[in-house]
């Protein structure tokens, strides 16, 4: 018997798989399901199932590439309702993994679908539970996220369905079972979630402040609620995607994987009206990039960033990457449900320069140089973190607008004054910077490290408050 948890990427996203006397199951997988396929056979297995914990916002399913590849059959939690053949399980029903069970427990909260699945060994010995978004290490699911989808949905609802759900549906259940979420630290899926990637059911009892004992559905209601912010813009288009269906990734990565000459690149870009998306670092963008390029760098928050700010999911997006990872960044596009990238500029940045074609490059200061300016003269000095990371700890007289939300308030941006731009370390702000700049803003530099250099470089800060979100 083995069971596998498997983590990825930035989006701290695990998928499972399990196997048992030459049968497997896969637990909400990733877009790309090959590594599943290939571990099944490995293993001298066949994938039976494709259970699904509940219709995903934060990112496309595999489900249905699994189901065309292998035959296996996908399950949902009671009341799903897929435009697509699956298996919609009953509460307490068992399926057989091999010598293995697994037992669907209807865990409505998160979303009304959400499912949790209770594992059953081969000694029948009850082992773990996968708990999806029901419950994380340190915190459980946001109640907030289908009520984009069925607006009747309140939060409010939800966090009722979710406080029974979790008293009587997960707490009765043994101290020593392992918990096995779909989410770990960085996730927008949850306020607070722990780094830690399991724990024991009973460890969670005495210290996630969503199982307290003695909490009452109104006090589970509030403290849930308190410190949400907007999910991410994708999000709803994502849970339509996982409903209704999906053009299959090996299509996707066929349109997407076309190297481009520079004078190619520079044709496609202005024929597809495509985003040109830099994922380099923000040393590298800052020295020199394409004009008109945004940066997201595939070393941090990728996909969440682009879901983000670009609310489109068909927009067409030609890519500038790191030499050897353009299909890196194709496939975590394509994880979020961004699946019209039309190409990559072929031998990178490079090939660019050495065409001789136009670049941009992007004005940085350290912290010291930003402590002498502040010293001779006023500069507007915009914080783009978080808001919680700003009421945490801030640089003083800083304006804060978060990044997710630059948009709409494009005019804290001045473009007859010099101002500053930074961050926690210099990823966020580099992005903030590249819109700016495509947007015709030249009036501006951006701190190398960001707050962190800041603090180091004793300019004067707000007093320390700890947050009470990671949201």
């Avoid at 090939?351 to 490059?361: D, Y």
Wanted: proline share 4%.
């Amino acid at each position: 018997m083995k069971i596998e948890q498997i983590y990825t990427g930035c989006l701290a996203h695990a998928a499972y798989y399990i196997e048992s006397n030459g049968e497997a199951a896969i637990f909400d997988p990733l877009r790309e399901v090959q590594p599943y396929i290939d571990r099944a056979k490995k293993d001298n297995a066949k994938i039976k199932y494709v259970f699904e914990t509940h219709f995903h916002a934060d990112f496309v399913s595999g489900h249905l590439d699994l189901q065309k590849k292998t035959g296996a059959q996908i399950v949902f939690g009671p009341g799903a309702k897929p435009n697509y053949e699956a298996i919609i399980a009953e509460d307490g029903q068992l399926f057989a993994i091999g010598n293995y069970k697994v037992k669907a427990i209807h865990t409505p909260g998160h979303t009304m679908e959400s499912t949790t699945y209770l594992l059953v060994d081969d000694n029948m010995k009850e082992h773990g539970i996968i708990t999806g978004d029901t419950l994380f290490i340190g915190d459980v699911g946001r109640p907030d996220l289908a009520q984009h989808v069925v607006a009747d949905l309140t939060e409010e609802k939800l966090a009722g369905h979710l406080f029974d759900s979790l008293r009587n549906k997960i707490m009765p259940l043994s101290d020593d079972l392992i918990v096995y979420p779909n989410h770990g630290a960085g996730s927008a899926c949850g306020k607070k979630m722990s780094k830690e990637t399991t724990d024991t059911l009973g460890n969670q009892k005495n210290t996630n402040y969503a199982l307290r004992a003695d909490m009452t559905r109104e006090e589970f209601i509030q403290e849930l609620l308190t410190g949400l912010t907007t999910p991410p813009g994708y999000f709803p288009q994502n849970v339509l995607m996982n409903i209704g269906g999906y053009e299959s990734f090996d299509e996707i990565m066929k349109q997407a994987a076309t190297p481009l000459k520079p004078a190619e690149f520079e044709v496609a870009a202005g024929e597809l009206e495509a985003l040109v998306l830099d994922t380099r670092d923000a040393e590298n963008f800052a020295e020199g990039h394409i004009p008109g390029s945004i940066n997201i760098g595939l070393d941090g928050n990728f996909a969440p960033w682009v879901g983000e700010l670009i609310p489109d999911l068909e927009t067409p997006i030609l890519l500038v990457t790191e030499i050897g990872r353009e299909e890196e960044a194709i496939t975590r596009l394509s994880r979020v449900g961004y699946d019209n990238t039309r190409g990559y500029l072929k031998n990178g940045f490079g090939s660019w320069k050495r065409a001789g074609l136009a670049t941009e490059k992007i004005n940085r200061i350290t912290a010291e140089e930003l402590k002498k300016l502040l010293s001779e003269q006023k500069i507007k000095v915009i914080d783009v973190r978080k808001k919680s990371e700003y009421d945490s700890e801030h640089l003083l007289d800083a304006i804060n607008v978060p990044l997710n939300q630059i948009n709409q308030y494009l005019d804290q941006f001045a473009k007859n004054e010099f101002f500053v731009l930074h961050c926690a370390g210099g990823y966020r702000s580099m992005i903030a910077a590249s819109i700016l700049q495509q947007r015709g803003w030249d009036n501006f530099s951006d701190v190398i490290d960001g707050f962190k250099a800041i603090k180091e470089a004793g300019l004067p800060v707000s007093d320390y408050v700890c947050p009470s979100t990671l949201l």
